[in-house]
């Protein structure tokens, strides 16, 4: 794709962002404009996937710096509207079918898609990490040595590749021969010498007819098909052969050589940036700084003239040079005239709490219930209407036809430094000010006869104390970050995990319509519905600190499912995509590791510490369910309740400047206590059997459209996705058998059935002996499935988390309200 392209899709997104922002309400309730909410939540999530791309792709540095703005702001305002989304739908799935039919998109073109920018921006402190880890664990002798050999020449491996293939031909010919040999023994007819010399020359001819006639028969059976296959080619009843396709393979390659630009473009800026700083550094930081205090210093005597008083101040917090223009011509009072009004205002609080009466807890639940019906107001809106205005003044009418090659341009670096330098030259100047004012405020009572008067810091000591949050002990001060990571890897806490993707958890998305929230069961879901909400709470809100800091807070995740339902594999790619540190806290792996109480200490202090200072971080815990299980079995030597007290006050103490989260994977999670579960983990998933569109695609399908195939319909499908990765699949083979028979599996259990079917061994005969539905069926059928009584199970524990127990506190309110309504008719139709 060329500079225009990408050009032109900056326009269509800024239009298609103009229109979302345009239909933004000023204040909504979750409930009755659901609606609306759900068409916004859907416009941004195809807004951001749009601007991932382009942000991917922009090669000049100005306009890439803008994109990125808005797409950390449009992830923001996704994550704002799902939080309101989930509690109009009192449902962690947020269905949107209504929308997606209106819009006329599929539930694939509304899944967010992970930005790859924000880590690729960390792609060296990844690297560094990892070999870190890999450093350590060799020390310690946990990797296994990789023998390293010199790389052969092409000399050497065309010998070797000779010998073994003359080698393997020798083999072939002497077993052809000896075949050849017996079968002539057996054959071989019993004459005399006399008939001997007629009878092989009639054996000769006969011979030879024959296999003339079979011979003719074949080529003439293979014209047959080939002109057969080339028939059904050409009306197009069976795919044609799969082909490497250049020109996707020429455009990974322009993505690539346009991210190397990019890399190059943006030193240039940021050399730029330096010079033209310390430019204006040198020629007009003096010149600016004197026109900003003459400004304030006229403002100070120009309302001393107009009031007789000298003006408040306004602090540091509140920049003076900036309130300047709203504060020329008002009447403001003196600063020592503000005692008696917050004298009166204590007593009137005090009055009011002793005479009010405290209110019921019924209006509390009222108010508890509005409240949660009011639509979060946005922090990310705002930002998005700048974006876009910035966008208006600089990019939409801008003639870049003497700018092909994507340079930065100076002006617009000399505008943005100016207003940043002014902005810091807008606090000295306050500071300045303040001290000149307080000096003034001394000379003008003098001048009336007043004693100046010291100001109580009693308040401010209050607030402070108020403000001030108790601050944890450090039990390792004199320590570097790196031996506290070398350590907890040494110790096995710190893991490395494998490189696995969101993208890599096949599964399709349901395309429900919505729920009432308080009427029936809330729709089914699906394995896709996962990965989105996956994405939602543990992704997107730990890419950046400013969307970890301004988004509504999820510090921990409980994922429970049966066994190979894929909870480690989501906990991989939840790593990788966002490029996290893994501790893990599995009851199984800290046994014998930091004994007693002041060990667990130690070990909670570490991990907390480190875990803030390698942010983002992930803190994981398998079997999440065992510290909080009613009776431990006498054979578990792992200690599990270990951590039950420490769990809840470490999560607690999560803040929103903290860029840690706990994810706990658990597959029986009934057999802990709810109550102490529920006070660790915030959110509750579910991880379900895949269903029949998840596990199943047309084999011709994929044929058709080749072996990495983008297209929607096989894009999430298990079987096809598992078959294609192994071997070339036919287009004879029936997927649809093998996904019908698979129902009540796991992924895992049929990621094992086709590793095990399709060995080395077994892809050679692949050709001659192709693939069979029923040598799948076969092993599959070892494996266990989910049983009715694990379902079961499931599905009673997951009635009494908490947001399905809201969900049915709420349809059982409704039934009563109908039934009392109901009630009320028959008796006013009995008067």
């Not at 890439?64 to 950390?72: C, D, G, H, M, T």
């Not at 979060?376 to 003497?402: C, G, H, M, Q």
């Not at 009934?670 to 102490?676: A, I, M």
């Amino acid at each position: 794709m060329s500079h225009k392209y990408y050009d032109e899709q900056f326009c269509e997104i800024q239009d298609c962002l103009v229109a979302t922002l345009n239909s933004e309400p000023a204040q909504a309730d979750r409930r009755e404009n659901r609606q609306l909410l759900a068409g916004l939540y859907v416009r941004y999530i195809t807004i951001a996937n749009k601007l991932g791309t382009c942000v991917d792709q922009m090669v000049q540095p100005q306009k890439r710096l803008l994109l990125r703005k808005l797409l950390e702001a449009t992830l923001g305002r996704i994550l704002e509207l799902k939080t309101d989304l989930v509690e109009a739908d009192l449902s962690e799935w947020t269905h949107c079918g209504d929308i997606l039919e209106d819009l006329r998109i599929t539930p694939n073109d509304s899944e967010l898609e992970i930005p790859a920018c924000f880590r690729r921006e960390r792609e060296q402190e990844i690297n560094c990490r990892k070999g870190v880890i890999d450093d350590v664990l060799n020390k310690l002798g946990f990797t296994d040595e990789v023998d390293e050999r010199l790389p052969m020449s092409e000399q050497q491996a065309i010998l070797v590749i000779q010998t073994h293939e003359r080698a393997r031909q020798g083999r072939l010919r002497a077993q052809f021969m000896k075949e050849i040999r017996s079968m002539k023994d057996k054959n071989k007819p019993v004459v005399t010498e006399s008939e001997g010399d007629e009878q092989q020359l009639g054996v000769n001819l006969a011979a030879a007819v024959k296999i003339q006639k079979i011979w003719r028969g074949y080529m003439a059976r293979r014209a047959t098909r080939r002109q057969k296959l080339q028939e059904m080619l050409l009306i197009g009843m069976i795919p044609p052969p799969k082909k490497r396709n250049e020109e996707i393979e020429k455009d990974l390659e322009n993505q690539e050589r346009r991210r190397q630009l990019q890399i190059q473009r943006q030193e240039e800026y940021s050399q730029d940036i330096k010079k033209i700083r310390s430019h204006l550094e040198k020629t007009q930081r003096g010149p600016v700084l004197e026109q900003l205090s003459d400004q304030v210093r006229n403002w100070f005597h120009e309302f001393k003239a107009q009031t007789g008083t000298i003006p408040e101040y306004t602090g540091s917090e509140r920049s003076a040079s900036r309130q300047m223009p709203s504060r020329q011509g008002t009447d403001s009072e003196t600063s020592k005239s503000t005692p008696g009004s917050s004298k009166e205002s204590k007593m009137t609080k005090t009055r009011a709490s002793k005479s009010g009466k405290e209110p019921k807890a019924a209006e509390d639940v009222e108010d508890e219930e509005d409240w949660r019906c009011k639509a979060i107001v946005s922090t990310f809106a705002p930002e998005l209407n700048v974006r876009k205005e910035e966008y208006e003044e600089w990019w939409r009418n801008k003639d870049e036809s003497s700018n092909p090659r994507q340079h930065h341009y100076k002006h617009i670096i000399e505008h943005e430094q100016m207003t940043e330098m002014e902005n810091e030259l807008r606090k000295v100047v306050d500071e300045m000010m303040k001290a000149e004012l307080m000096l003034l405020q001394d000379a003008f009572d003098k001048d009336r006869g007043h004693k100046s008067k010291k100001k109580s810091s009693k308040k401010s000591r209050k607030a402070m104390k108020k403000g001030k949050k108790k601050k944890e002990k450090d039990l390792t001060p004199d320590r570097t970050t790196q031996s506290l990571f070398e350590e907890l890897v040494a110790n096995g806490i710190i893991k490395r995990y494998p490189e696995v993707w969101m993208q890599d958890f096949r599964g399709e998305r349901s395309f429900h319509p919505p729920a009432a929230h308080n009427r029936g069961k809330e729709p089914p879901f699906d394995l896709g519905d996962i990965r989105q909400v996956l994405t939602e709470y543990c992704v997107v809100p730990l890419l950046s600190a400013r969307l970890h800091r301004n988004t509504p807070p999820i510090k921990s995740v409980l994922l429970a499912g049966p066994k190979g339902s894929g909870k480690d594999m989501l906990l991989h790619a939840i790593c990788n995509e966002i490029g996290a540190v893994l501790f893990d806290l599995t009851p199984a792996n800290i046994v014998g590791k930091y004994p007693g109480k002041s060990g667990l200490i130690m070990l909670i202090h570490l991990v907390v510490k480190v875990s803030r200072l390698l942010q983002p971080s992930v803190i994981y815990m398998d079997n999440a369910e065992r510290p909080f299980v009613k009776k431990v079995p006498k054979t578990d030597r792992t200690d599990p309740k270990r951590l039950k007290k420490d769990l809840p006050k470490m999560v607690k103490n999560f803040g929103t400047e903290d860029r840690v989260i706990l994810i706990g994977a658990t597959n029986c999670p009934w057999e802990s206590d709810q109550k102490l579960l529920q006070q660790v983990y915030q959110k509750f998933l579910i991880i379900p059997r895949p269903k029949y569109s998840s596990r199943y695609a047309s084999s011709r399908i994929l044929a058709a459209f080749g072996r990495d195939t983008p297209n929607d319909r096989i894009k999430y499908a298990i079987w096809t996705h598992l078959l294609n990765r192994h071997m070339p699949v036919s287009w004879k083979f029936d997927t649809s058998v093998v996904s019908k028979i698979s129902d009540g599996y796991t992924v895992g259990s049929i990621v094992s059935t086709v590793k095990e079917v399709i060995t080395v061994k077994r892809m050679l005969q692949l050709r001659i002996h192709p693939l069979s539905p029923l040598e799948l069926v076969n092993a599959l059928c070892k494996r266990t499935p989910v049983y009715k009584e694990e379902d079961e199970a499931l599905e009673l524990w997951w009635s009494k988390v908490p947001m399905v127990r809201r969900r049915l506190r709420a349809v059982e309110m409704l039934i009563e309200e109908e039934e009392e309504m109901m009630a009320k008719q028959a008796n006013a139709k009995k008067k």
